[in-house]
């Protein structure tokens, strides 16, 4: 000890179990640390992705669509966070709609339906289609974790599956 306290600015060393158990303390804090940071950053990530595909949709042009003055397209917004129309997009938080027409509901392979749709006897048309939208989904297919949306003017019914027929055909 005397030999430590004869010079100034060194101290004594501590004992070797207590500085391990300083130091796991010290690394546990900066592990909290570090995940609780990646957590935010991942979340934060996630949001600009979904913002930044949206915002990619509005630039491109859709497959099938004239462009700019397609009503069918704009109504189409209202789906496009959820669904893509092109088979090889993959897949969003909803199946694809590539071919949805003459398919029956719930069984496009690869996709992970509710179990309640897959009893459902129906096949998409441009009749089925826009009943799901006027009557809403959870009332045209009960159970479906799609959420509810309803589109209350026929014209812009008709505009959607118009679109989508076009949109959606050797996607
Ligand atoms: C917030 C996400 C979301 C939005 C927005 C959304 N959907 Fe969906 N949709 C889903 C999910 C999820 C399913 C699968 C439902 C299930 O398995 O219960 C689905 C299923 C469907 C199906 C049945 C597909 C099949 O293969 O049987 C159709 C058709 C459909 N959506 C069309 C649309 C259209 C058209 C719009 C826009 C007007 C739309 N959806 C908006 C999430 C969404």
Redesign the pocket.
């Known amino acids: 000890m005397a030999d430590y306290d004869a010079q100034p600015g060194r101290n004594p060393p501590e004992q070797p179990e207590l500085s391990a158990a300083r130091r796991e303390a010290d690394e546990v804090d900066l592990y909290a640390g570090l995940t609780g940071v990646a957590g935010i950053v991942a979340g934060a990530r996630g949001v600009i992705a979904v913002l930044g595909e949206v915002a990619e949709f509005a630039r491109q042009a859709i497959p099938g669509v004239d462009g700019a003055g397609d009503h069918g397209a704009e109504?189409?917004r209202?789906?496009v966070?959820?669904?893509n129309l092109r088979a090889d997009d993959g897949v969003r938080?909803?199946?694809t709609?590539a071919g949805?027409f003459g398919?029956r509901?719930?069984?496009?392979p690869g996709y992970s339906?509710?179990p309640?749709?897959k009893k459902l006897d129906i096949v998409?048309t441009p009749a089925t289609?826009s009943k799901?939208?006027e009557i809403g989904p959870a009332a045209y297919?009960p159970?479906?974790?799609?959420?509810e949306?309803r589109?209350g003017s026929a014209e812009e019914r008709e505009r959607?599956v118009k679109f989508?027929e076009r949109a959606t055909k050797n996607n």
Not at 105 to 108: F, R
Not at 143 to 147: A, E, I, Q, V
Request: positive net charge; contains cysteine.
């Open positions: 109504v189409f209202a789906c966070a959820c669904h938080a909803g199946p709609l949805i398919r509901i719930a069984t496009l339906f509710s309640a749709l998409w289609l799901l939208f297919t159970g479906t974790k799609m959420p949306q589109i959607l989508l």
